[in-house]
């Protein structure tokens, strides 16, 4: 789950709220990561046509709850739900419901839980069904290859700028764009702590990465213009023109020598589409 440009742009200045983890802190990390991507690959076979979002928060919840977890997104600012789902047009923080999942769809499913005290917080995309058009296939391609390329920009000294120009040079030249109204976040004991990483932007922009550091790299990527706009339940955020949208997130460390990604899932699933 992702932080709104306007909260981030309303913070204090970042660099002296960056908290550094040490040894005990990256375990308890790694136990929260690996459960957050345990429930996007238990979920993984029940996203099928004919499937209503409201029906998988349900099973995501009863999924968390077992697993000694708590639903992060559940009652946090008044979001009503355990999970988001974001389909076709939707960038981000779509609600459960009763609509149901059809055939050539795409969907986003965020999950953050809450283990022992500190957050897990990771996204896929699915495809739904198999006629699912060429151009959104590729747009979900292009958007976990964005991802990726942000998390391996990730080094000690660098500056979080790098994280953002590597995304967004990449996916601009793929002709697509990166929304600019919501952006990765510090993570840990808390849900939305600094640093803000924005998904575009320039190398020499932002703090010093330092081992240590916690935070999300979430690029959502738009097929058309990357303009957003909120739906009157004040959470639903939709293209304002409409064209497909895409994202993927992970929870990473940076650590001495790079990074270290706490929300690989355990079945090796990276993009769609997956084996059940």
């Known amino acids: ?77 008044g979001f009503p739900r355990s999970i988001c ?5 939707v960038v981000c923080h779509g609600i459960p419901g009763d ?5 050539g769809d795409i969907v986003n499913i965020d999950i953050t839980v809450i283990l022992e005290g500190w957050h897990g917080d990771t996204s896929r995309m699915f495809l739904v069904g198999d006629k699912v058009p060429l151009k959104a296939r590729r747009l979900v391609d292009v958007t976990y290859e964005a991802m990726m390329r ?5 080094r000690p000294g660098a500056r979080i700028g790098a ?3 590597a995304i967004q040079s990449f996916v601009e030249a793929q002709r697509f764009s990166v929304v600019r109204d919501f952006c990765g976040h510090g993570i840990g ?11 575009f932007g320039a190398p020499e922009d932002g703090p010093v990465l330092r081992p240590g550091m916690f935070f999300t790299v979430e690029p959502m990527v738009n097929a058309g213009r990357w303009e957003v706009k909120i739906l009157s339940d004040g959470w639903t955020a939709v293209t304002k023109d409409r064209s497909l949208s895409a994202q993927f997130e992970h929870t ?12 690989l899932s355990p079945k090796g699933h990276t993009q769609p589409p997956y084996a059940g």
């Open 189 to 199: 004991r808390i849900f939305h702590d600094a640093p803000s990483i924005l998904h």
């Open 85 to 89: 789902t974001s389909i076709n047009h």
């Open 1 to 77: 789950m992702n932080l709104s440009m306007r909260a981030a742009l309303r913070r204090d200045p970042e660099e002296a709220r960056i908290k550094i983890h040490g040894a005990q802190e990256f375990e308890a990390m790694r136990r929260a990561g690996r459960l957050a991507a345990e429930v996007l690959d238990f979920i993984t076979p029940h996203v099928v046509p004919g499937v209503t979002t409201d029906a998988l928060d349900r099973l995501c919840h009863d999924f968390i709850v077992a697993n000694d977890a708590v639903p992060a997104p559940l009652n946090y600012r």
């Open 99 to 103: 609509r149901r999942l059809d055939e």
């Open 150 to 154: 942000g998390i391996e920009a990730v």
């Open 163 to 165: 994280v953002g120009h």
């Open 252 to 263: 990473i460390g940076v650590t001495e020598t790079g990074y270290e990604i706490f929300t």
